[in-house]
């Protein structure tokens, strides 16, 4: 009779184990403090555009929009932090043209912001001098958009300190290499040609913007200098002696992206390990940025790394900014548009 109480016990034990495994696991945070000033590095006036976007957002707006995801049994460190990185995402609006929402989290706040129809354009209409649209994704098929998204990770890379739940919330970084043409754009076109191409033209922000092109076309300089002194091995060796710096890692992404692009991921990861930072994290866990259609649910994908989460997401949304002398979108597949 022991025995078999015994044997029942441990059949119980076992399928609460087995349950407890297959159960998916919850979407969580790292307990990180928010950066002052969305984090913007400082020089060449980012912080001007911080300023301004804070100033465009009332403070009686932000509530309401907090908690109505509060209403929605969003916990409170979630409900702060894709606050946090959708005000980045406005930010990158207002400099940058083509901006594809690759976070599906960040995007619902985006959503309930919209809710407030009046607040809202009063806010894109003082910070963008425009209404930013949002669209949805009419295409079936996901689209991942590598070239963009890796054109975001070096403007974002540039503008802000990128922390671990950024990583979380947006998927890891530096996984894609700048689209040759892009590449090639900044070597030969002037900033004036680059400014209309790539970056949102309102004259509220061209100081910046020319910073970001200078910038880029010095590290592609730099990229070439360091090839004919000897190539990739200058980044393994640097990083061996612990001397990865984040100058460093963004001199890596753009000559790998030159001179490596088909292996880029396995050496930015190489050096990425080197930092020890939350900017690539677990290479094993990495599956990739896509966007969903519409008939499908946004599916978070979760692995346990140390008591905390990945999430690797797309979202089936994009922005638009535009007037009525012109407009440009961002899209998370060829079947968004703008309007």
């Not at 928010?34 to 980012?46: A, W």
């Not at 916990?75 to 901006?99: C, G, H, M, S």
């Not at 295409?139 to 403007?155: I, L």
Request: net charge neutral.
């Amino acid at each position: 009779m022991i025995i078999s109480a015994i044997i029942v016990g441990a059949v119980i034990l076992l399928a609460l184990i087995i349950k407890g495994i297959g159960k998916p696991r919850g979407f969580r945070l790292y307990k990180e403090e928010l950066p002052d000033e969305l984090g913007i590095h400082g020089g060449n006036g980012f912080e001007d555009i911080v300023h301004s976007l804070e100033d465009s957002l009332p403070k009686a707006y932000v509530q309401q929009v907090k908690q109505r995801m509060q209403g929605r049994n969003t916990k409170d460190d979630e409900v702060e932090w894709t606050f946090f990185e959708i005000k980045r995402y406005f930010l990158l609006n207002a400099v940058i043209k083509d901006v594809p929402m690759f976070s599906a989290k960040v995007d619902e706040v985006w959503h309930e912001m919209i809710m407030f129809t009046v607040d809202y354009e009063r806010f894109t209409d003082r910070f963008f001098s425009r209404f930013l649209h949002h669209q949805p994704n009419l295409e079936t098929t996901p689209s991942p958009q590598p070239d963009k998204r890796a054109f975001f990770d070096w403007v974002y890379a540039h503008l802000f300190n990128i922390t671990g739940n950024s990583r979380l919330l947006w998927g890891k970084f530096f996984q894609h290499p700048l689209d040759k043409s892009t590449l090639q754009d900044f070597q030969r076109l002037s900033e004036d040609e680059l400014l209309d191409r790539y970056f949102l033209r309102n004259g509220k922000w061209e100081k910046q913007q020319r910073a970001l092109i200078q910038t880029l076309k010095e590290e592609i300089n730099a990229a070439q200098k360091r090839k004919k002194a000897g190539g990739s091995t200058y980044f393994k060796k640097t990083a061996k002696k612990g001397n990865v710096s984040n100058e460093l890692l963004l001199q890596g992404f753009v000559f790998y992206s030159l001179y490596k692009a088909t292996n880029f991921s396995s050496h930015m990861n190489e050096l990425l390990l080197y930092k020890k930072t939350m900017y690539a994290g677990d290479a094993a866990s990495y599956s990739g940025y896509s966007c969903s259609s519409p008939g499908e649910d946004n599916r978070h994908h979760h692995q346990h790394d140390g008591g905390h989460y990945h999430h690797d997401s797309g979202s089936s949304c994009s922005s638009s900014n535009c007037s009525s002398s012109s407009c440009s979108s961002s899209s998370c597949g060829s079947g968004c548009s703008s309007s």
